[in-house]
């Protein structure tokens, strides 16, 4: 197991890696240019990594982390109503923007760089994308169930869906002014939130 210097280190590198990578780009950047983030040598690197594309892999396995937990904040059994489940889209959404609102390099490397690097790294990303698929199903699927969400709705496909456009977002938000990011999420989760809304509730239902 790494000591807490260890892990300390390997964070550092990490996050040197992410600004080098939106920097230059991850084919452009090399490990002198990560090194030299850090005044530390070559060797020190490869004590903790095999190589860029071992800190690349490290890195999205931490986006992927954090994206993950924001799921995992609500409860997926927990709305009895429309209203209650319009609350838990939007704290969804909120926490999801405010994620990459603050820290667009690993936007840019799940969406732009890791992809076309190396086949285990989009493979990894592939189950990603479908395992938050499915933990937003779970949430489709107590709506049916709830009677607030419409008994027809397809979860599995709906989910994807859903994915699709909060991804749409982030990848807008890549190439959008800092000072507008703010404004540009809270419209997309607003929207995004409408869109299910009005898509997929019941016309029974009251709310």
Not at 6 to 24: D, N
Not at 64 to 84: C, G, N, Q, W, Y
Not at 86 to 99: C, K, M, P, T
Not at 124 to 144: C, N, P, Q, V, W
Request: charged share 30%.
């Amino acid at each position: 197991m790494p000591s807490p210097r260890g892990k300390k280190r390997r964070a550092e590198i990490i996050e040197a890696a992410l600004h080098i990578f939106a920097e230059k780009g991850y084919h452009a950047a090399g490990i002198a240019d990560i090194a030299g983030h850090l005044s530390i040598g070559h060797g020190t690197v490869y004590l903790y990594f095999k190589n860029k594309e071992d800190i690349l892999d490290t890195a999205v396995r931490r986006v992927i982390r954090d994206m993950t937990s924001i799921v995992l904040l609500e409860r997926p059994d927990k709305a009895r109503s429309l209203k209650e489940f319009e609350g838990q889209i939007l704290r969804i959404g909120s926490a999801f923007f405010e994620l990459f609102r603050k820290d667009l390099r690993g936007a840019r490397i799940i969406l732009e760089e890791a992809p076309a690097v190396a086949d285990r790294i989009r493979k990894r990303l592939a189950r990603a994308s479908d395992h938050t698929a499915h933990l937003a199903e779970r949430f489709l699927i107590h709506g049916k169930n709830q009677g607030y969400l419409d008994k027809d709705l397809d979860t599995a496909i709906a989910s994807r869906a859903v994915n699709a456009m909060m991804y749409e977002a982030i990848r807008q938000g890549i190439r959008t002014n800092p000072d507008d990011l703010e404004s540009l999420f809270l419209r997309w989760n607003r929207t995004v939130c409408d869109i299910m809304l009005s898509g997929m509730r019941t016309d029974l239902d009251p709310s």
